[in-house]
């Protein structure tokens, strides 16, 4: 099985476009929040199932603020993160996660990648950001995560050329 986990298009479409074309096929589409709006045309070009979550910027969205998703042997923690402080620092999101039996957090909102597996009880994902990326070279980033047949998680974090 074959997931996109992108994050922080804040309205924009171009890029989203370009991951959407370049990433299929797969199975399912992850948005970590911040889409101001184009929940609806991401839900109708992924063409897949979709979880959104909403972020700080999507004030009339109806998108839950948090999601519990199961992929094979992954329990995954989906929120945009603000909520959770994870600004200052993702201790926070990960007892959120623990507490809710999740070995994975997945998080946007800093609009920076991270795949961060040092823990041995839970991986850390921010997809980082379409639209407005903020780490060093500026650009847009996701994730794709492929669970093999044994439901193993397997991540690979892209970019987008500008």
Not at 65 to 79: D, W
Not at 121 to 126: A, H, K, M, S, V
């Amino acid at each position: 099985m074959k997931i996109l986990i992108v994050s922080d298009n804040h309205g924009q479409s171009k890029e989203l476009y370009a991951v959407l074309k370049k990433t299929r096929p797969f199975d399912y589409l992850i948005h970590l929040g911040d889409t101001e709006g184009t929940d609806r045309m991401i839900r109708r070009e992924a063409k897949t199932p979709v979880t959104i979550v909403r972020g700080n910027n999507d004030f009339f969205s109806d998108a839950e603020k948090e999601a519990v998703l199961t992929f094979g042997n992954c329990r995954i923690f989906a929120v945009h993160g603000h909520t959770y402080g994870v600004s200052m620092g993702t201790g926070r999101l990960m007892e959120e996660a623990k507490k809710r039996g999740c070995n994975v957090a997945m998080f946007g909102h800093t609009h920076r990648p991270c795949l961060d597996q040092s823990d041995p009880e839970i991986t850390l994902i921010n997809p980082g950001s379409l639209s407005y990326p903020r780490q060093e070279g500026r650009r847009p980033s996701y994730i794709v995560m492929s669970i093999d047949r044994y439901g193993e998680a397997h991540y690979t974090l892209n970019y987008l050329e500008r």
